[in-house]
């Protein structure tokens, strides 16, 4: 049985959790480690499991509780070289092990894949987790869908999946103006209907659960999220994330 959780997933901080019955990994370490292991508990969920956790670039709500989780429960960190350079000191790492973009990374039965993606940091990369046959992807942060995305997500059986803000609310909203032209462009963030195209636009045959992920507190609601997909809700179990508390655990 392969469990999957968004134990954070917003601007604050993010970090997603895939596990069997002996081992897990995590992507991103965005909240502190004591939210971490609350909410972890909470759920169910083991962090003596955890044999690994991966970051997707260094931007704070990904990397927040990174260093005081490795060094305080022996949990190797995976960076591109880029990425921990550009991280702050504070928030790097002993425990380090560095890919570079396009590697695959085995870790128990867990074979994670890397791949590079738009956004506007130094090397950002996202993931998709292969277990038992089955393929789980990690797809936030993305400015706009690359070859790459298209071809990892069309391979997934389930995504966590980028639907950062409804286009309205986002111009429409307190953002001052830099800021929102910078999260509506191709280096910025997935809206609810750039993410529901992209699912349409590619052979999602395979994708049977998508987490929506990476929700704006400002700019967006889950509701008009979950609207979004709505043409999508008969082949596909859309599950929506919070920022505030871990998200149902998903098991396959």
Sequence with gaps: MIQICAIASGSNGNCYYIGNNSDAVLVDAGISR??????????????RKVKAAFITHEHADHMRGVRVLSD?????IYFTKPTFKRARPAD????????????????????IHSFSKIHDAIDPVSFR????????????????PCNNVNEHLAG???????????????????YPYHLKTRVA?????LSNRQAAELVANIDSSK???IFLSHI????????????????LKKEINIIPTSRYEASVVLEI
């Design 34 to 47: 004591r939210q971490i292991i609350k909410r972890m508990k909470l759920m169910k969920l083991d962090i």
């Design 72 to 76: 305080q429960h022996s949990i190797p």
């Design 92 to 111: 790097r790492p002993k425990n380090v092990e560095f890919f570079s973009p396009g590697d695959s990374v085995q870790i128990g039965e867990f074979t």
């Design 129 to 144: 987790v292969t277990i038992n046959g089955k393929n789980i992807g990690i797809l936030t942060d993305i400015g706009k």
């Design 156 to 174: 997934c059986d389930v995504a966590f999946l980028e639907t950062n803000y409804d286009e309205n609310l986002l111009w429409n909203g307190p």
């Design 185 to 189: 462009s191709d280096v910025g963030h």
């Design 207 to 209: 994708l049977k659960h």
């Design 216 to 231: 704006s507190a400002d700019n967006n609601r889950i509701d008009f999220a979950m609207e979004a997909f709505n043409g």
